[in-house]
T-cell receptor
Framework: AQSVTQPDIHITVSEGASLELRCNYS??????LFWYVQSPGQGLQLLLK??????LVQGIKGFEAEFKRSQSSFNLRKPSVHWSDAAEYFC?????????????FGSGTRLLVRP | GAVVSQHPSWVICKSGTSVKIECRSL??????MFWYRQFPKQSLMLMAT?????????EQGVEKDKFLINHASLTLSTLTVTSAHPEDSSFYIC??????????FGPGTRLTVT
């Protein structure tokens, strides 16, 4: 069965420090992978996606993610975190089910940024 | 581009009444729209998938008679919570896709049932 695991519930980093959020997926075929960010009381904003090709994907707001098939991972990175990056981050895998393309979300990682 | 709106952003209703939430794709045609529910500090739970002009497909455990979904056009889907009770209080988020896997999310609707 398809699943997404985000092993870190909370991560705290200092402003200006680098960031890596972990995501592991389980999916039988070639995965379609996404990272979304959610600010409190808001919907989800797409940060980046991987469908095929270059395994290092660039996204908005200075984020990037690397697809590693051998590790079933799609970790999100940012070289220098800003206070405005504090939010909830969700990794998702696309799965075709019931004739629809659905997203399976991880449980999320809450990022806290120290001034 | 790829903007999805939801209305209202928050609503308070009395127990036993019904409330309708609208989801619109503003700058693209959505072949499929999705409705999610999110509890505090939790991930999104998919409630149902709707395709324009056809009946919605509900996830296991979601009461289709309580959560009525209508997808009347390629830019509008509505979720009606019927006979709402306090346990229906939650954050409801819709998403829309022009096709394939990419989903664009609305800003969410906070429902409080008193």
């Amino acid at each position: 069965a398809q699943s997404v695991t985000q092993p870190d519930i909370h991560i705290t980093v200092s402003e200006g420090a680098s960031l890596e959020l972990r995501c592991n997926y389980s999916y039988g075929a070639t995965p379609y992978l996404f990272w979304y960010v959610q600010s409190p009381g808001q919907g989800l904003q797409l940060l980046l996606k991987y469908f095929s090709g270059d395994t290092l994907v660039q996204g908005i707001k200075g984020f990037e993610a690397e697809f590693k098939r051998s590790q079933s991972s799609f970790n999100l990175r940012k070289p220098s975190v800003h206070w405005s990056d504090a939010a909830e981050y969700f990794c998702a895998v696309g799965a075709r089910m019931d004739s629809s393309y659905k997203l399976i979300f991880g449980s999320g990682t809450r990022l806290l940024v120290r001034p | 581009g790829a903007v999805v709106s939801q209305h209202p952003s928050w609503v308070i209703c009395k127990s036993g009444t019904s409330v309708k939430i609208e989801c619109r794709s503003l700058d693209f045609q959505a072949t499929t729209m999705f409705w999610y529910r999110q509890f505090p500090k939790q991930s999104l739970m998919l409630m149902a998938t709707s395709n324009e002009g056809s009946k919605a497909t509900y996830e296991q455990g979601v009461e289709k008679d309580k959560f009525l979904i209508n997808h009347a056009s390629l830019t509008l889907s509505t979720l009606t919570v019927t006979s709402a009770h306090p346990e229906d209080s939650s954050f409801y988020i819709c998403s829309a896709t022009p096709g394939h896997y990419e989903q664009y999310f609305g800003p969410g609707t906070r429902l409080t049932v008193t």
